[in-house]
């Protein structure tokens, strides 16, 4: 199977991952683990930068004693025009798995349609899975629950705040979307959430989304691809700053949560993000426990 998107699991497969990397994350050193993924090799392709999830993913094979390359895009044929469809059937001849992260999710989709060995999507202009999973664990680990929760999403309808979408609606989580007008969620997302029983709520107001929330998540307002609206982009997103005015507005005991990396002083401040209620090393961290229970799930 591939990992496309966080809605390629049911809420039942999220679950059973989620406890894997929990327990994957209680017992980190134990040498057994060395056997899980041993002999087996993935590719890592990168069409852009990476920090947490090309260490999580080379980290997680190591430690699960596989291996990882990483194959910057650039670097491969690729690059110079060999098409996605031989890219993908020449590396299921050497390889166990492939993880991508793309500019366009039609080429990670591409990737799975005709790789013989599953296909993780590392980050999609549409989606983000990996990130989610973390962001679910850490959201587990404080709550002992997701049913339930309200998540407020501050900014940009991006691909985390997709995946966060799609995953709110699996897991019976409460969603609502604070974006400038122009900026809300992909239509055909919100669409899919509607049909797995979500009902996101898309509003402009900031405030009017942390009311009450238990989680408050947020993201740059300049995504990888997004780099020549900069300007436009932070004019629009101004009141979009999760800071310590905006997070008094949701529960006393809310978590903050950032997929990294973060642009300090603009959706996030130094206070909130260094504050009592931020979990984003947590989170962080957790993309390394969460990716070895899918490397295990897809690649034994
Ligand atoms: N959160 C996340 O995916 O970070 P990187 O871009 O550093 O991989
Ligand atoms: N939305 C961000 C996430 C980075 C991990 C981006 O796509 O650049």
Redesign the pocket.
Known sequence: MNLISIADLSAEEISLVLDRADELKARRNDPKSRSILAGKSLATIFE?PST??RVSLEVAMTDLGGHALYLSSKDLQLGRGETIVDTARVLSRFVHGIAARVYHHSTVEELGRYAAVPVINS?S?VE?PC?ILADLMTMRERFSRLEGLKVAWVG?G???CNSTILAAALMGMEMVVASPPGYGPNRKILDQADRLGGGTVVVTDPVKAVRGADVVET??WV???DEAETAKRTAAFGRYQVNAGLLRHAKSDAIVLH???AHRGQEITDEVMDGPQSLILDQSENRLHSVKAVLEKLMV
Do not use: A
């Open positions: 852009k947490r999830t980050l202009d983000h990130q940009d991006n691909n985390v993201d740059t995504s990888m691809g997929c990294l990396p």
